[in-house]
């Protein structure tokens, strides 16, 4: 199983900064997977990157892949309280495996 | 409308008896997958079915088992739930991996081992 490492772990920041977050490997993916998941739930699919060097924006958030397809980046813009919660990358080209995941608390 | 459906949402058993968690779809995916989450943690894959193909994670206890009859339908059995198996599990299905690949989850059972 292909591994993703993710960085910060945890990131605790005041409502309205920026942030990203890193998903790695040593591994070349075909595509990557974002997801977010909130307390009591199950994690709920973000965004696929495919190409290597794609970005794809989903309002506030955007994802880039890394020309390798080794890693990915998610940068959040003007965090609002709404953004908390874990962040997991997936990815490979073996069944949905997960990164450790970085959880996010923005506050108020 | 809930496309995975995950029954019970709660789960409590007593030690070392047996439960059966299970799991629904609606969108026709061709894989499924059963995911275990302790708190604080990522999600840590347990098994995943590619149609009828089962594959078992090579750190997988062997207390736990699956079964899934048809394709709408995925079962995760605990043969003697121990106090570590206390967590949330977590059921998913996707398209196969490739462009356009899509995966949904449930919300979850949240297992209990008193």
């Known amino acids: 199983t292909q591994l993703l490492e993710q960085s910060p772990q945890f990131l605790s920041i005041q409502e309205g900064e920026n942030l990203t977050v890193y998903c790695n490997s040593s591994s070349v993916f075909s595509s990557l997977q974002w997801y977010r998941q909130e307390p009591g739930e199950g994690p709920v699919l973000l965004v696929t990157?495919?190409?290597?060097?794609e970005v794809k924006k989903l309002k506030r958030l955007t994802f880039q892949f890394g020309d390798a397809r080794k890693d990915s980046s998610l940068h959040i813009t003007a965090a609002q309280p709404g953004d908390t919660g874990l962040y997991l990358c997936?990815?490979?080209?073996?069944?949905?495996?997960f990164g450790k995941g970085t959880r996010l608390s923005v506050i108020a | 409308d809930a496309m995975v459906i995950q029954n019970p949402r709660y789960q409590v058993t007593q030690f070392g008896k047996p439960v059966t968690l299970s799991c629904s779809q609606t969108l026709n995916h061709n894989v499924m997958y059963w995911y275990q989450q302790k708190s604080s943690q990522a999600p840590k894959l347990l098994f995943h079915y590619y149609d009828k193909d089962f594959n078992n994670e090579a750190d997988t206890p062997d207390n736990f088992q699956s079964r899934r009859p048809n394709t709408s339908f995925c079962f995760l059995d605990i043969r003697s739930p121990g106090l570590g198996d206390a967590a949330m599990y977590l059921c998913a299905t996707s398209t196969p991996w490739g462009q356009g690949f899509k995966a949904f989850f449930g919300q979850g059972t949240r297992l209990t081992v008193v």
């Open positions: 997936a990815g490979g080209n073996t069944p949905l495996v």
């Open positions: 990157v495919v190409t290597g060097g």
